[in-house]
C-alpha cells in the first residue's frame, strides 16, 4: 500500500504561492494522485488528481515529475480562506471493484495577513 | 451537486448502547466509506463497501460493522458503544472506475460528532 508522507504544517501569507510536498515512494503504477482539502468542522473535499507531469484546474495545480515518487500541489495568490487541512493520497490496492481510500495525516496551512 | 447526508451532525449516547450512524447518498456511488476523525491521528478508514449487501474492513474495524442494503444507504453501527469511540464520524461516497485510474475523487458528508459519556 502506497504511504504518503507530507510535512506537518506550514504558513505563509496572503497574495503568496504556496507548494506543500509529498512524497510517496511506493506508488503503484496504475496510482492516480489526489489531494484534498479540509476546513474545521468539516468532511475533506476534493482539490485536484493527477497521474504525471502537471494538471492545473480553477483551485490548483499539481506537479509530478517523471519518477512519480513525489509530488507538489501549488496555490497560486492564496487568501485566508486558503487556510486549512491538506492530505496528498493515493489509490492503495483495489478491493474487485473499490477504491479503498486512504488518508495520510495531512500539512496543516495556516495563511496570515 | 453529489450530496452525502449524514442523519445527525451531534449525537450524544451512553455506554453500552447500540449505535446506529445513517448515511445516505443521491448520486447513485457504488462505494461508500465510514471514517473517524480523531485530533492527531487524522482520517482513519474503519469500514467501506463496493455494492450493495457487500463490505470490507478498513484499518480500524474493531468495535463496529455496517450495513448497506440499499446502494444509496451505508450504516455505521456501534454494537456496544464505549467511550474510545467518542470522536468525528465522516461518510464518503465515489463512483466506480471500471479500470485503471482508480477513482479516488469521494463526496464527503458534514460528519457526526459523536459523544459517549
Known amino acids: 500500500l502506497a504511504k504518503t508522507t507530507q510535512p506537518i504544517s506550514m504558513d505563509s501569507y496572503e497574495g503568496q504561492e504556496v507548494n506543500i510536498t509529498c512524497s510517496h515512494n511506493n506508488i503503484a503504477t496504475n496510482d492516480y494522485i489526489t489531494w484534498y482539502q479540509q476546513f474545521p468542522s468539516q468532511g475533506p473535499r476534493f482539490i485536484i488528481q493527477?497521474?504525471?507531469t502537471k494538471v492545473t484546474n480553477e483551485v490548483a495545480s499539481l506537479f509530478i515529475p517523471a519518477d512519480r515518487k513525489s509530488s507538489t500541489l501549488s496555490l497560486p495568490r492564496v487568501s485566508l480562506s486558503d487556510t486549512a487541512v491538506y492530505y496528498c493520497?493515493?489509490?492503495?490496492?483495489?478491493?474487485?471493484?473499490?477504491?479503498?481510500?486512504?488518508f495520510g495525516s495531512g500539512t496543516r496551512l495556516s495563511i496570515r495577513p | 451537486d453529489v450530496k452525502v447526508t449524514q442523519s445527525s451532525r451531534y449525537l450524544v449516547k451512553r455506554t453500552g448502547e447500540k449505535v446506529f450512524l445513517e448515511c445516505v447518498q443521491d448520486m447513485d456511488h457504488e462505494n461508500m466509506f465510514w471514517y473517524r476523525q480523531d485530533p492527531g491521528l487524522g482520517l482513519r478508514l474503519i469500514y467501506f463497501s463496493y455494492d450493495v449487501k457487500m463490505k470490507e474492513k478498513g484499518d480500524i474495524p474493531e468495535g463496529y460493522s455496517v450495513s448497506r442494503e440499499k446502494k444509496e444507504r451505508f450504516s455505521l453501527i456501534l454494537e456496544s458503544a464505549s467511550t474510545n469511540q467518542t470522536s468525528m464520524y465522516l461518510c464518503?461516497?465515489?463512483?466506480?472506475?471500471?479500470?485503471?485510474?482508480?477513482?479516488?475523487?469521494?463526496?464527503f458528508g458534514q460528519g457526526t460528532r459523536l459523544t459517549v459519556v
Open positions: 493520497l493515493v489509490a492503495t490496492r483495489r478491493y474487485s471493484s473499490a477504491s479503498k481510500i486512504i
Open positions: 493527477g497521474y504525471k
Open positions: 464518503a461516497s465515489s463512483l466506480w472506475s471500471s479500470r485503471p485510474p482508480m477513482n479516488t475523487e469521494a463526496f
